[in-house]
């Protein structure tokens, strides 16, 4: 971990209540040190202006407890860093209507987030009459919803931009397009803006998001991120994307892994990877729960879980998909992809439950399927499913059959969410993710040992696959970023013998609804 | 006020005078004209005595039997020359050559400088590329009337050496000389510039002239000093009608059909409708743009059948006050309906190089051209010394195009045909060019027969305006129930999609000013003429740009918007205030300063032009977004030195060997140096490349020019050049998510080296017109492919040689011509091929896309019917020639796409049908 990018002033240590960890009902309570970076930040209305009125790229800590106002867009110049400490509030006050009243952070150097559990940090927008936030009774109102107003920018992570990582913090209201400056960033004006992009010139950044919530952006939550390092944990997505976008969308030359992640009511995909020609982009997804995703996509062959395509690779295992478009695709050719990296792919453990087979209220597109026939994916040892796999071309594609009648065979039995209520009507259509839904598994649940991990046996065994290099290489979870326990660096949890995001065990996804 | 004077100039006997026993004789003989010796088609001979009369035909030649012995009046009468009454005796057979002079010459000592007498003939054309100084081809206003070609663009193609690069209508719009796309070349209109309406480069679109109001075209394959040096291909000269001898009327009025408008009649959209102005220009930066202001009755198709094509021209002329104002006006209008039918499935590249089919397009468009141009032109002696001119051109083109697209997706969940992804566009483009010229002109003799003064000062504007391009879309398509696969397949919801409107408009304006001075003498018994002077020219490009996204906005139960039509289609506006900070948003300046200095001299039997050209350029821009952003503005200057040298020599009156030396500049277009990216393509994105360089050659022509009778002419060439850093459009990797962006660029070298055949004969009423050129060119650049190599796919970029983009090895071109003055019938029938090249380049290696060789066969005849009128007729593309362009590549695709023939190993990328275009119509025509 290069520590000295950081250039650590002033270290205060302020007591802070921290339940580390439970066993046995001992609790133990030690203080963690409060991290200072650079100067604090002790104005609250931001950015700070010089004396001709030009905005003052910011850098330095944002100080617990307080909340910030962000009025227009705010700049980390590249080397410096913004860093805000747990219990953080940071009101955007925007209006969504343009680039101009949607203010946005553009970071070329470092911004980290260290929320915690118990202190979140927020990044949401102001609330006003004319701004208002969104709330249950929008269950499936794109054009109402404030959800995809895009009321600010996100954080746009330039071409030297080092490190994004937000812990335990809320980011809500993103989106909208792009304005004047939007060639800095590799777009044009008028483009969708993403909550979080990254795209490093040369080399790699770092992209952490753990224990974090992303509600409500008008196009991508985690956008067309190239060239980057990616742990993305523990996560909640809801209400992304509003009649299109991904929940995360990695691109080319990105490695890392998005596990126990919850996606729930994406317009398109929950997680999603799609490099380029002659690019190899390996990116493990394992242990999530995916929801009600892809019904809002209005183009027909956009997947609507997880997806695979042109060049991207990566272990797939664990996941739990209910109610959404289709299940898992490993992409030969679709309207927007081309092959994806099959010999770095593996998968199998997977899980996927479909409300109802037949035609979904009474709207001609709307089929759920297990796995769309005619690409690479095929049902896979220790998968959870009801399709049939067909005979395999030439090219390496599949034909095979969905029987429609295994509608809630796969029922992965939530702790607290019933698939049957919620596949009535148009309920997989609903973004809502009930008051105390929990995704844990009830007991009896198919999903329960019917994962691969670390130390199990036989099906349950560590997956391996000695003629893929890459997947070799990089490893099941990834070893592309340090984890020496320092705030800088990504917590990671490996593959659990449950599947999906909330493992019996009480690891994983943190989160409650 | 006419003189009824009688000449005889010349008048020969070349047959004998025998005195044999045969009571009845043959005459045969030519007329020609006294001074160029030209030979003049459609003079009448007549035998007063025996009111026996007939035209002289192609050749000037004519033919008259049966006549007894005897002395009889000939009268030889010839529009434009004086006629001849003369005496002669017949004996026996006999040759007469009679020359005839030329009414205007006669009348006063003030030869205008510049003109030519006569100068639409066709003869006057030859005889001028005989004279000239360069390497000149030169149709006549004669040859283009009897041609099929309505537009100086399709015309060009007849010309040696010269293919077109086509409009999406078809029609020819640039030049492409001897395998110099329109970059290479330039563009004049009665030898200035002028300002261009092209939003990208600084190209004229020669489609936007009616053939008819010129009086001919020259190409100018070689350079003399005093000529613009950007021309590496050559130079395209448009001299417009000059001022008659005497009252001269030429009208007519005609109307057609294009054969698919016929069959399958036309969709037209209100081009009223359009909102001219975005409404960030309407309303200012601060306005939010609403549904509201975006249009939908452009968006409405209305299905008609079969719109008739129109076309009125008329010039007229005369000279005033004892000759001295001479006065040329002319215009043209015509409005035309083409409908023509396309297929698209462009290759995709997979990872480790193998092409596929993704989307197969097929493509109906509608499109209807109006194009009206006036144009004036005076010229006023004010005594024998002094004379000034001035020339204006107006020219304009409106373009509205319809194009539905149902485009298949040939990928999954297409399994087998009937079933998959169907994309449905609507999409209207309406496009408003026009180009405004002003020349004032001035000659002056500052010391008689030594030293003489000409200046020029031009003010020249360009326009051209896209306002609101929009293509809506719907995704439907037959998919295989999953609950059922066996069952037939169910027709998936028409649903809506995400589309842009766009706004495009540039200006383009030229100031510039021209200064020569000429010095003739004469030294050791040489003769010679030393010119010098400049130019400087001002030019500065506005470019504005607006982008906006609509999107549809789902129903209130959250299903997706279904379409209908235009009209129900509810949609939001995705960015409502537009896109004023695109690079696209820029003002450009550039200025050009240029002196030259050359000596033209004549020793015996060699003529040689030398001299040296100095050009400097100075380039600026600016564009509207913010200073935080590389190639916010940017200026460039360079100076070249350019030489030249050219040898005429003189073999005997009708034989010329030339040797010419020249070094030429093309400059990269303002827009391509500033920083633009253009999103709005099907395919791709462009950008701008400010760091490209400007490309100079090196030039070296040799031409054998045999002219055995004036109407008759051999020419055969070699041309050699070497192009350093050539500006080649290419994809290139910008380091930014590894998009391809299309931009120019340079490549190393290239050369470009060929043969040229040029033939023309005219035997009795049949005359044969045939050019042929070879042109090899070469480039070597760098392509983009990957390899897989153990699970590890890698970038590799191999180097790929291909001939310059748009150069066809073969071009030929064929007319056989036949005239019978005595019924009045002119006809010809052309042919113009031109063999395989490149349409566009790829970034992937061996994907480049490859136009087929392509035959096409045009027919045009004109009947005199009563005096001063004459019907025609015009048929374009009598076979119905298809333009298809090809990848070298077969399609991996697995599931079978139509058209294709996989085991060609080709992949059609393309095929366009443009139909046949008939045309019929009157003319009348005054000449006193």
């Known amino acids: 971990m290069k520590k000295h990018h950081f250039r650590i002033g002033l270290i205060a240590m302020i007591p802070v209540v921290m339940f580390s960890c439970k066993k046995d009902g001992e609790n133990t309570n030690i203080s963690k040190p409060l991290t200072i970076i650079g100067q604090s930040i002790s104005d609250t209305i931001l950015p700070m202006k010089d004396a001709s009125g030009n905005s003052i790229p910011l850098k330095g800590t944002m100080l617990a407890g307080k909340t910030y106002h962000i009025m227009s867009d705010v700049t980390i110049n590249a080397g410096d860093t913004v860093y805000l400490q747990p219990g953080v509030k940071v009101l955007i006050h925007g209006d969504g209507l343009s680039p101009a009243t949607s203010p946005a952070f553009y970071v070329n150097g470092t911004l980290v987030s260290a929320g915690s559990k118990e202190a979140q940090n927020w990044f949401t927008v102001y609330e006003t009459a004319s701004v208002p936030k969104s709330n249950s009774t929008y269950k499936d109102d794109v054009v109402n919803d404030p959800a995809y107003k895009g009321y600010w920018g996100g954080f746009q992570c330039g071409p030297t931009a080092d490190l994004l990582l937000l812990r335990w913090t809320h980011v809500e209201y993103t989106g909208g397009p792009w304005g004047n400056n939007a060639a800095d960033f590799g777009f044009a004006p008028g483009d969708a803006r993403n909550a979080v992009y990254m795209n490093r010139a040369a080399g790699f950044s770092k992209l952490i998001l753990e224990d974090s919530w992303f509600f409500g952006s008008k196009d991508d939550c985690i956008g067309k991120c190239q060239n980057t390092y990616v742990s993305i944990m523990r996560n909640t997505f809801n209400k992304l994307g509003g009649t299109g976008g991904e929940g995360v969308n990695l691109k080319n030359h990105v490695f890392g892994d998005m596990a126990y992640n919850l996606t729930y009511g994406i317009a398109t995909n929950g997680l999603k990877t799609a490099g380029a020609t002659g690019v190899n982009t390996l990116v493990n997804i394992y242990n999530n729960t995916l929801v009600n995703c892809g019904f809002r996509q209005t183009k027909a062959t956009r997947n609507g879980s997880i997806n695979t395509e042109t060049n991207t690779g990566g272990f797939i295992y664990n996941n739990i998909i209910v109610n959404c478009k289709q299940g898992l695709r490993i992409s030969y050719q679709s309207e927007k992809g081309k092959p994806s990296d099959t010999l770095n792919t593996s998968y199998g453990h997977n899980l996927t439950c479909i409300g109802r087979g037949t035609q979904m209220g009474g709207d001609a597109q709307q089929y759920m399927i297990f796995i769309e026939p005619n690409q690479f994916t095929l049902k896979q040892p220790g998968d959870l499913n009801g399709y049939t796999n067909g005979p395999i071309a030439a090219n390496g594609t599949n034909a095979g059959t969905n029987n429609p009648n295994d509608s809630l065979k796969y029922d992965p039995m939530f702790m607290n969410y019933d698939v049957a209520k919620n596949s009535i009507g148009k309920e997989y259509r609903n973004s809502v993710i009930p008051a105390g839904a929990d995704f844990h598994l009830k007991t009896g649940s198919p999903a329960i040992g019917a994962g691969v991990y670390k130390g199990g046996a036989g099906a349950n065994a560590m997956p391996t696959k000695p003629s893929a290099t890459l997947l070799t290489q990089y490893g099941f979870p990834m070893n592309v970023l340090p984890v020496t326990g320092s705030e800088f660096d990504p917590t990671i949890t490996g593959p659990n013998k449950d599947m999906g995001a909330f493992p019996t065990d009480g690891t994983g996804n943190q989160h409650t609804y | 006020m006419q003189l009824r004077a009688l000449f005889i100039a010349g008048l020969a006997f070349i047959g004998n005078i025998s005195f044999g026993q045969q009571t009845e004789h043959t005459i045969k003989g030519t007329i020609l004209d006294a001074q160029s010796k030209e030979q003049l088609s459609g003079a009448t001979v007549t035998i007063t005595e025996l009111h026996r009369n007939t035209s002289t035909r192609l050749d000037g030649s004519f033919t008259l039997d049966h006549i007894n012995g005897g002395t009889y009046h000939f009268q030889v009468s010839y529009i434009g020359y004086i006629t001849i009454d003369t005496v002669f005796a017949v004996s026996s057979n006999i040759k007469i050559n009679i020359s005839l002079k030329n009414a205007t010459s006669s009348l006063s000592e003030i030869v205008i400088a510049g003109r030519k007498a006569n100068g639409e003939s066709e003869v006057a054309a030859k005889r001028t590329e005989q004279n000239a100084a360069s390497v000149q081809n030169i149709i006549s206003a004669k040859a283009i009337q009897m041609s099929p070609d309505v537009t100086v663009g399709n015309a060009l193609q007849r010309v040696s050496g010269v293919s077109v690069e086509r409009s999406s209508s078809g029609d020819g719009r640039y030049a492409i000389i001897r395998g110099m796309d329109q970059r290479y070349n330039n563009t004049l209109i009665n030898g200035v510039k002028i300002a261009s309406p092209d939003n ?596 590799l970029y191999p180097e790929e040689t291909r001939p310059l983009q748009g150069q066809a090895a073969h071009i030929a071109n064929a007319a056989i011509l036949y005239k019978n003055n005595k019924l009045g019938l002119d006809a010809q029938i052309t042919w113009q091929y031109t063999g395989k090249r490149i349409a566009l380049v790829s970034p992937y290696y061996q994907f480049d896309y490859w136009q087929k060789g392509m035959n096409v066969f045009d027919f045009a005849a004109e009947k005199r019917i009563v005096k001063h009128f004459s019907v025609f007729a015009k048929v374009q593309n009598m076979l119905n020639a298809k333009y298809e362009v090809y990848v070298n590549k077969p399609a991996t695709n697995s599931v079978p796409v139509p058209e294709q023939d996989p085991s060609s190993g080709k992949t059609l990328a393309q095929r366009s049908e443009y139909g046949q275009t008939y045309q019929l119509g009157v003319r009348y025509i005054f000449k006193k």
């Open chain 2, 200 to 795: 990208k480069s600084r190209f004229i679109p020669l489609d936007i002239f009616p053939s008819d109001l010129i009086e001919r075209i020259e190409v100018n394959k070689t350079l003399i000093p005093n000529m613009e040096a950007d021309a590496i291909g050559g130079t395209v000269n448009m001299v417009m009608k000059n001022a008659p001898d005497a009252l001269y009327v030429n009208a007519s009025a005609s109307a057609g059909f294009n054969q698919n408008v016929l069959k399958n009649g036309f969709d037209q959209f209100p081009v009223s409708a359009i909102n001219k102005q975005s409404p960030y220009r309407a309303n200012g930066p601060a306005y939010s743009a609403t549904p509201q202001d975006f249009t939908r009755d452009n968006l409405n198709y209305t299905h008609k059948s079969a719109p008739v094509n129109t076309f009125a021209t008329l010039s007229i002329g005369n000279r005033f006050f004892k000759n001295r104002l001479g006065v040329m006006l002319g215009g043209s209008y015509q409005n035309v309906y083409k409908a023509y039918n396309t297929i698209f499935s462009p290759g995709e590249f997979q990872d480790g190089g193998a092409l596929y089919i993704k989307h197969f397009n097929v493509r109906d468009y509608s499109t209807q051209l109006t194009r009206a141009a006036l144009n004036g032109k005076l010229d006023f002696n004010i005594n024998d010394k002094n004379k000034i001119g001035l020339y204006v051109i107006y020219a304009d083109l409106k373009d509205a195009q319809a194009r539905l697209t149902h485009d298949t997706l040939i990928l999954a969940p297409r399994t087998v045909p009937g079933t998959g992804q169907i994309w449905q566009f609507g999409r209207s483009r309406y496009q408003h060019q026009n180009i405004f010229n002003t020349t004032l002109q001035g000659q002056h003799t500052l010391v008689t027969d030594r030293l003489k003064l000409d200046w020029s000062a031009v003010y020249s504007n360009a326009m051209s305006e896209i306002p609101d391009i929009a293509e809506y879309e719907y995704d439907g398509g037959f998919y295989t129930d999953p609950s059922a696969p066996g069952s037939a397949p169910y027709k998936h919801p028409d649903v809506l999609q995400n589309f842009d409107r766009t706004w495009w408009k540039n200006t383009d304006r030229d100031l510039t000013g021209y200064l020569n001075l000429n010095y003739t003498n004469a030294t050791h018994g040489i003769p010679y003429t030393i010119s010098v002077g400049g130019m400087y020219r001002d030019k500065h490009r506005v470019n504005d740009y607006d982008n906006y996204e609509l999107r549809p906005v789902p129903n209130s139960d959250g299903s997706h918007q279904e379409w209908s039509n235009i009209y129900n289609f509810n949609w939001s506006v995705y960015n409502p205030k537009g896109s004023p900070g695109e690079a696209n948003n820029y003002r450009s300046n550039e200025q050009i300063a240029a002196a030259y200095a050359m000596i033209k001299f004549r020793l015996k039997k060699l003529e040689t032009v030398l001299g040296v050209r100095m050009e400097h350029t100075a380039q600026d821009f600016v564009t509207d977004v913010p200073v935080t952003q590389a190639g916010k503005s940017g200026e460039k200057s360079y100076k070249d030195i350019l030489p030249s040298v050219n040898f005429r020599y003189i073999l005997n009156e009708k034989t010329n060997i030339r040797l010419s030396y020249y070094s030429a500049i093309a400059r990269p277009s303002y827009f391509e140096i500033v920083p633009y990216s253009d999103n709005s393509m099907d395919d791709f994105n462009e950008s701008g490349n400010p760091y490209v360089l400007h490309s100079t050659s090196q030039n070296f022509d040799l031409r054998y020019e045999w002219y055995p009778r004036a109407n008759e002419q051999v020419f055969v060439g070699a041309f050699y050049k070497n192009i350093k850093d050539p500006i080649e459009y290419g994809f290139n990797f910008t380091g930014f998510q590894s998009d391809l962006i299309y931009q120019p660029n340079n490549y190393g070298d290239a050369t470009n080296y060929g043969v040229e055949l040029v033939y023309e004969r005219y035997i009795g009423n049949f005359g044969v017109r045939a050019n042929y050129t070879y042109t090899h060119s070469s480039i070597t650049t760098t392509k983009f492919t990957s390899e897989i190599k153990n699970g590890q796919a890698t970038k």
